[in-house]
């Protein structure tokens, strides 16, 4: 929402910054999604065909292990890191920040959620829907700032962009643990990897679906109308007149009134 205020370069260099603080974590974090992904199925495949995944979990737990001691020290690493980037983020120039760079900003960010949206479901592919989520969290989190300017609405919109993140990434989670039992290193017994890749597959379309249906409805507004509308609230918001001591006692938080 920023970047165009702070400068392309100093955004770039600073996102990159925060990548190279995640990679510290990311082989444990992935092990440890696989993990609870077969976990999950097998608690759910139980009720209905017994089927057990033992072998796997067996396998992945012992990955998640192997990465838990390899990684031991990347709190060390990133802690350092995370206190500069911080302290540079506190002297970004913002001050001139308006209304409208914020309204083109989330409006920017919608547009490229549906247009992601609209790439996935003319070629459905795991990589399509995964950068159709990236797009749409990319909007969640710029709502959530936003959501002060108009608790009601834009809380209920977080909600709904929150379902449609939570059915895609548990789509992606699928497509990650059945990449990770084709890989060609060591596998559980071969009827166990086919029975779950046959669940994995059946569920992520399931998913991929669902999930289509419910960002379609989320994203029907037009981008330029989505806009108008916020930077109405933006304007309210500026002027004192809203949010109202309703919209404190829906949401249960005085401070938006402040």
């Known amino acids: 929402m920023v970047a165009d205020e702070i400068g392309r370069p100093h955004y770039k260099k600073q996102n990159h910054c925060f990548r190279g603080v995640a ?8 092990a440890e999604v696989r993990l609870q992904t077969v976990r999950q199925l097998q608690e759910i495949t139980l009720r209905t065909s017994q089927q057990t995944f033992r072998k796997t979990e067996e396998l992945l ?5 192997h990465f838990v001691a390899a990684f031991a020290g990347w709190q060390k690493q990133a802690a350092p890191q995370l206190e500069k980037l911080q302290e540079e983020i506190e002297e970004w120039p913002v001050e001139n920040l308006d209304c409208k760079d914020i309204r083109c900003a989330a409006q920017r960010a919608y547009k490229s959620a549906r247009h992601a949206l609209v790439c996935a479901k003319s070629k459905p592919t795991p990589e399509n ?6 797009e749409a969290k990319r909007l969640l989190y710029q709502l959530r700032i936003l959501r002060p300017i108009n608790p009601l609405v834009i809380g209920a919109l977080i909600e709904d962009l929150d379902s449609v993140a939570e059915v895609f990434g548990r789509s ?11 890989y060609d290193g060591a596998q559980p017994p071969p009827r166990e990897t086919r029975e779950l890749v046959t669940v994995i597959e059946a569920s992520e379309v399931e ?22 509308r916020l930077g109405t609230w933006l304007q309210q918001w500026v ?12 949401c249960h938080d005085v401070s938006v009134l402040k």
Not at 241 to 246: G, K, N
Request: net charge negative.
């Open 23 to 30: 990679r510290l974590i990311s082989d444990v974090r992935d």
């Open 61 to 65: 737990l012992a990955e998640l292990e």
């Open 129 to 134: 829907f995964h950068e159709f989520r990236s």
């Open 172 to 182: 992606h989670d699928l497509y990650f643990l059945g990449e990770r039992l084709r």
């Open 207 to 228: 998913l991929q679906n669902r999930g289509v249906d419910l960002a379609e409805r989320f994203l029907e507004e037009r981008p330029r109308d989505f806009g108008r």
């Open 239 to 250: 002027r004192g007149e809203a949010p109202t001591v309703a919209d404190a006692l829906v």
